[in-house]
């Protein structure tokens, strides 16, 4: 399915995986302190709607563990991110804050999860879509290894598709992109491309979240297994 998208995409063929990782592991010491307080609405929210599925999470793009301490004590967790400097903070926020409900952390692909179909009840993605190499593939990813019944939670940032505010993204798209963001090339159109492309998927709810309402909170269900009368 990424393919359709990959020359829409502006420039997302010299976007890779090593990108990524370089960027995230020179983010990882002042990470928390840069994005704490921006992103912390937008991480509540996110958070309280797994919180209420319940069950098994993976949380994919973990980063320093800054959500951990916000789920509740009953759910399993279990977080996965592209960079190795991202989780030797996690591991460190575990330890010291006694997190029991985590499984395990690991370096893992976005785009290649190593974990068997339907293996989630959530999964969370927070400021990880636009971060990956081929979001289309990273989607079909999550909704892969989401059991019937369960939630895939994303936020992102959504770019505008026409006027002014789609004119500066593009201007700013290669500033940014060296650091690991992408402010031009994932707009509402591709969300609903996807989500129209893959089968036994509903979006439940697209909520604005702050900073200044240019990222979502969108929740998409995953359709239950049909129980034979």
Known sequence: ??????????GQLDFDRATVEQAYDRWAPVYDFVFGGVFSKGRKAAIQAANKVGG??????????????????????????????????????????GLKNVENLAVMDAEKLEFPDKSFDVVMAQYVVTAVPNPEAALDEFARVLRPGGELIILTRISADAGMRRFIERRLQPVVRPLG??????????YALWLTATRKIELVENRPIPPLGHFSLLRIRKAAIAVAA
């Open 1 to 10: 399915m990424a393919e359709i998208f990959k020359l829409g995409g502006g």
């Open 56 to 97: 098994r999470v993976l949380e994919v793009g973990v980063g320093t563990g800054i959500s951990l301490p916000q789920y509740a004590p009953h759910l399993r967790i279990f977080g996965t991110d592209i960079s190795e400097a991202m989780l030797r903070k996690a591991k460190r926020r575990i330890n010291n804050l």
């Open 181 to 190: 963001f992408r402010t031009a090339e994932f707009t509402w159109s591709r």
